[in-house]
């Protein structure tokens, strides 16, 4: 059975930095895609970033130039490198993989406050 494992959320200061992991176990071949959504409390869950297996990479435009998502295609693991982070960043944050089929993690609470 396939999972994704995710870490790294937490409480932080605007401005501070978190960075945010997500390991697959279980067989998973050929993953297309790894990314992040997140959802706000009482909001809709969004796309945040995702790379593809190209290399090639999607932001929202409200977190370009402050995300940046990486892969370790070795390990089946995608990082969110979160810097100069903002109270409106503060949501629950979803990683997923697409193969042949879409595959969700449990979620990370990323807090941004005072």
């Known amino acids: 059975q396939v999972q994704l494992v995710e870490s790294g959320g937490g409480l932080v200061q605007p401005g501070g930095s978190l960075r945010l992991s997500c390991a697959t176990s279980?067989?998973?071949?050929?993953?297309?895609?790894m990314g992040w959504y997140r959802q706000p409390p009482g909001k809709q869950r969004d796309l945040v970033a995702l790379?593809?297996?190209?290399?090639?990479?999607h932001y929202t435009d409200s977190v370009k130039g402050r995300f940046t998502i990486s892969r370790d295609r070795a390990k089946n693991t995608v990082y969110l490198q979160m810097n100069s982070l903002k109270p409106e960043d503060t949501a629950v944050y979803y990683c997923?993989?697409?193969?042949?089929?879409?595959?969700w993690g449990q979620g990370t609470q990323v807090t941004v406050s005072l």
């Open positions: 790379i593809r297996s190209s290399g090639s990479t």
């Open positions: 997923y993989a697409v193969s042949a089929s879409t595959y």
């Open positions: 279980g067989s998973i071949f050929s993953i297309d895609a």
